[in-house]
C-alpha cells in the first residue's frame, strides 16, 4: 500500500505561485510514475502532468505548459508542483497520483493510488 499526502494548496492572487508537495509513503516502487491532476468544480478530473521514475520523461497539459515545473526527489520519496502565473482557471483541487504498470501517465484510471488532495484558489 501506498500512501499519498498532498500540501501546499492555498488562496493566492491571479499571477502569483505555490508549491505543491505531495509525500508518499508505505510499500514503494521503484520505477513507477507520478502525476498531478486536479478538479473543479463541476469539472471532471485533468491531467496536470506526470513524470516518470527517471525524470527524463516529463509531461505537461497544455493549459499549464511554460506556468507549472513538476519535479520529484526519489530520495525523499517526494513529488512537486512548482505553479506559477496562476489564473483563476486554475482553481481545483489538485491530486497527485501513483502509476505503478507502465500506462498512459495521461489518464486518472492508469494510477493505482492517489492522495486526498489540497485545494488551490486563484482570485482575480
Known amino acids: 500500500q501506498v500512501r499519498l499526502v498532498e500540501s501546499g494548496g492555498g488562496l493566492v492572487q491571479a499571477g502569483g505561485s505555490l508549491r505543491l508537495s505531495c509525500a508518499a509513503s508505505g510499500r514503494i516502487f521503484s520505477g513507477y510514475a507520478m502525476g498531478w491532476f486536479r478538479q473543479g468544480p463541476g469539472k471532471e478530473r485533468e491531467f496536470v502532468a506526470a513524470?516518470?521514475?527517471?525524470?527524463?520523461?516529463?509531461y505537461y497539459a497544455d493549459s499549464v505548459k511554460g506556468r507549472f515545473t513538476i519535479s520529484r526527489d526519489n530520495a525523499k520519496n517526494t513529488l512537486y508542483l512548482q505553479m506559477n502565473s496562476l489564473k483563476p482557471e486554475d482553481t481545483a483541487v489538485y491530486y497527485c497520483a501513483a502509476e505503478l504498470g507502465g500506462g498512459d501517465v495521461h489518464r486518472p484510471y492508469d494510477y493505482e493510488y492517489w492522495g486526498q488532495g489540497t485545494q488551490v484558489t486563484v482570485f482575480s
Open positions: 513524470i516518470r521514475w527517471s525524470g527524463d520523461s516529463i
